[in-house]
T-cell receptor, first 113, second 115 residues
Framework: AQKITQTQPGMFVQEKEAVTLDCTYD???????LFWYKQPSSGEMIFLIY??????QNATEGRYSLNFQKARKSANLVISASQLGDSAMYFC??????????FGTGTSLTVIP | AAGVIQSPRHLIKEKRETATLKCYPI?????VYWYQQGPGQDPQFLIS???????DKGSIPDRFSAQQFSDYHSELNMSSLELGDSALYFC??????????????FGEGSRLTVL
């Protein structure tokens, strides 16, 4: 069975600093995808970044980068230069395309001015 | 760019009533996923459809049913509603692309409140 683990229920970061949100996953499949989504208090699920299991380079999207360590089965999200608007829940998720799309339990990030 | 459209955005029902949620995927997306997110919970997978056929099934109660139509939109039907069904229901759509393009997006969710 596939599983996503986010061990940090809550995180605090000073504005303008970088923060790493941890995510580990468990799968026996070779082909899968890893996502990070942001969910602000308004509730919508906002796509941040994606990493395919065969991608050799770490994904980057603006201030977001995904530290993908396949052998360790980790896909940590790094947010650089945190902004107040980054305060939200962050979900790591994994998919085997066309099938279930598993979410972790989320990390609540608070950016402190 | 077109996104995943969900309707209604908000719905209030009484216990034992029925409710139908609709999801319109991004054009040319062939796969739809439904999720339920209770207050303070992570999203739980309910069911998915690929090319109008059920692809995978998660923790969907027997009181719920869903289908994907010829235009790829999907509907989640919920009957005999219970208080515990109050949640945010997300739909997501993707292309079932095994080259892993990462194209999977969520709608804004439908918030169901059961009184």
């Amino acid at each position: 069975a596939q599983k996503i683990t986010q061990t940090q229920p809550g995180m605090f970061v000073q504005e303008k600093e970088a923060v790493t949100l941890d995510c580990t996953y468990d799968t026996s499949d070779q082909s899968y995808g890893l996502f990070w989504y942001k969910q602000p208090s308004s509730g919508e699920m906002i796509f941040l970044i994606y990493q395919g299991s065969y991608d050799e380079q770490n994904a980057t999207e603006g201030r977001y980068s995904l530290n993908f360590q396949k052998a360790r089965k980790s896909a940590n999200l790094v947010i650089s230069a945190s902004q107040l608007g980054d305060s939200a829940m962050y979900f790591c998720a994994m998919i085997h395309w066309g099938n279930q799309f598993y979410f972790g339990t989320g990390t609540s990030l608070t950016v402190i001015p | 760019a077109a996104g995943v459209i969900q309707s209604p955005r908000h719905l209030i029902k009484e216990k034992r009533e029925t409710a139908t949620l609709k999801c319109y995927p991004i054009p040319r997306h062939d796969t739809v996923y439904w999720y339920q997110q209770g207050p303070g919970q992570d999203p739980q997978f309910l069911i998915s459809f690929y090319e109008k056929m059920q692809s995978d099934k998660g923790s969907i109660p027997d009181r719920f049913s869903a289908q994907q139509f010829s235009d790829y939109h999907s509907e989640l039907n919920m009957s005999s509603l219970e208080l515990g069904d109050s949640a945010l229901y997300f739909c997501a759509s993707s292309v079932r692309d095994y080259t892993n393009t990462g194209e999977l997006f969520f709608g804004e969710g439908s918030r169901l409140t059961v009184l």
